[in-house]
C-alpha cells in the first residue's frame, strides 16, 4: 500500500508537466485455460486491480497496472495470481478505448514468475465532470496470455471506477 501511494504523489507532482492524472480501481473476473498439473482442473479467478494513469494526449494514457487475483482450481483449492505491468491505451472513438499491458505475473500454484501480454477492449458505461474531477464507470474485456513454463492464455473482464484528476 505504501508503494501505490508514492507511486500516486510522484504521479500528481508530475501531472502538471504530463496531463491528467487517473487513478481506476476495479474488480476482475479471470478465467485461464490451464491445467499445469495435469490433473483436469477448471481455473476461475476473481481479484482487484488498480490502475494510475497519466495523459500523454487527448487520447492516449500511459500508466502502471497492478492486479492481485486469487485462482480456484475448482477442486477447493486457492492460490495468487499477481500481475504488474505498464499499460498503453488509445481511444479509437468516443468512450471506446483499445489497450495493452506488458509486464511479468506471478503465480503461487508454481512458485513461478513469467511474462505477460493482455491485449484488451474498454468502453466508458457511465462518466460525469465537476470543476476539478472527472469520474467514470468503464468496463473491459480482453485476451490474456502468459507464460512461465505453463501456459496462461485466458481471457478477462474488469468492472473499473476511474477518477481523473
Do not use: C
Amino acid at each position: 500500500m505504501k508503494k501505490i501511494l508514492i507511486a500516486i504523489a510522484v504521479v500528481a507532482m508530475a501531472s502538471t508537466a504530463m496531463g491528467a492524472v487517473g487513478i481506476e480501481f476495479g474488480s476482475n473476473w479471470y478465467r485461464p485455460q490451464v491445467d499445469p498439473n495435469g490433473e483436469n482442473e477448471h481455473y476461475f479467478g476473481q481479484g482487484q486491480n488498480v490502475t494510475i494513469t497519466w495523459s500523454l494526449e487527448t487520447d492516449l494514457a500511459l500508466g502502471v497496472y497492478m492486479e492481485d487475483t486469487l485462482l480456484n482450481d475448482g477442486h477447493g483449492h486457492t492460490s495468487d495470481f499477481i500481475v504488474n505491468a505498464i499499460q498503453l491505451r488509445k481511444g479509437i472513438v468516443k468512450n471506446v478505448d483499445v489497450g495493452m499491458n506488458l509486464g511479468t505475473f506471478y503465480e503461487e500454484e508454481n512458485d513461478d514468475t513469467g511474462m505477460l501480454t493482455d491485449v484488451f477492449g474498454e468502453v466508458t458505461v457511465l462518466s460525469g465532470k465537476g470543476e476539478k474531477v472527472e469520474g467514470a464507470l468503464k468496463g473491459q474485456a480482453g485476451g490474456r496470455f502468459g507464460d512461465n513454463g505453463y501456459t496462461w492464455n485466458g481471457y478477462f473482464v474488469n468492472l473499473l471506477v476511474a477518477i481523473l484528476l
